[in-house]
């Protein structure tokens, strides 16, 4: 099953503009991660935050984390048409012995020119 | 960086035939390695985590004998779809973590092996 959810499933935007991405997920975590996939290729690590972090930037990410929520955001700004790609959270959860990453839905970015 | 190649990025085969998918790390060892299946627009989903060495894990719902992983070596597993049916026709992803637990940071990923059954 599925341990993160992902919203909006799909955002379109123009270029120039910020791009918020959210994750829920159900279980503790010890760190979330979030990865990009262009379309029909493999996942790229984008950014990890640790479950004592609230928020971490990375070049024009920006991420954050609210534990008690169980949630996460992602926010590209001055978004680029090279932006356009699929954004998954990604979480490890401890009842999978600390060796199981599960994947978000997923959020679908197109960057219009 | 971590590099993981995947191999071969796309294969097309008669049902009923066997079709093997081989992830390799480049330049680190790889105690664990997962493969993840993929249908269109949708997340992945995780089939089993191997091990070098050892059987893999696979998750609830997924045929072992259908998905046969080997992980033979601290570079190489390989997935194996045996009696390949069209219904197996997906993206095929796998990915290694440099520790022996993926908690400890990222995950680096194939290219992913898009293999349709006819």
């Known amino acids: 099953s599925q341990q993160g959810e992902e919203d909006p499933q799909a955002l379109s935007i123009q270029e120039g503009e910020n791009a918020t991405m959210n994750c829920s997920y159900k279980?503790?975590?010890?760190?979330l991660q979030w990865y990009r996939q262009n379309s029909g290729r493999g996942l790229v690590h984008l950014i990890l935050?640790?479950?004592?972090?609230r928020e971490k930037h990375s070049g024009r990410l920006r991420v954050t984390l609210d534990t008690s929520k169980k949630s996460s955001s992602l926010l590209i700004t001055a978004s680029r048409a090279a932006d356009t790609a699929s954004y998954f959270c990604?979480?490890?959860?401890?009842?999978?012995?600390?060796?199981?990453?599960?994947f978000g839905a997923g959020t679908r970015l197109f960057v219009k020119a | 960086g971590a590099v993981v190649s995947q191999h071969p990025s796309w294969v097309i085969c008669k049902s009923g035939t066997s079709v093997k998918i081989e992830c390799r790390s480049l330049?680190?060892?790889?105690?664990?390695m997962f493969w993840y299946r993929q249908f269109p627009k949708q997340s992945l989903m995780l089939m089993a985590t191997?091990?070098?060495?050892?059987?893999?894990?696979?998750e609830q719902g997924v045929e072992k004998d259908k998905f046969l992983i080997n992980h033979a070596s601290l570079t190489l597993s390989t997935l194996t779809v045996t009696s390949a049916h069209p219904e197996d026709s997906s993206f095929y992803i796998c990915?290694?973590?440099?520790?022996?637990?993926?908690?400890?940071?990222?995950?680096?990923f194939g290219e992913g092996s898009r293999l349709t059954v006819l």
């Open positions: 330049d680190f060892q790889a105690t664990t």
């Open positions: 935050i640790r479950s004592n972090e």
């Open positions: 990604a979480t490890v959860p401890p009842h999978t012995g600390g060796f199981k990453t599960i």
């Open positions: 191997s091990n070098e060495g050892s059987k893999a894990t696979y």
């Open positions: 990915s290694a973590s440099r520790g022996s637990r993926a908690n400890t940071g990222e995950l680096f």
């Open positions: 279980t503790s975590i010890n760190n």
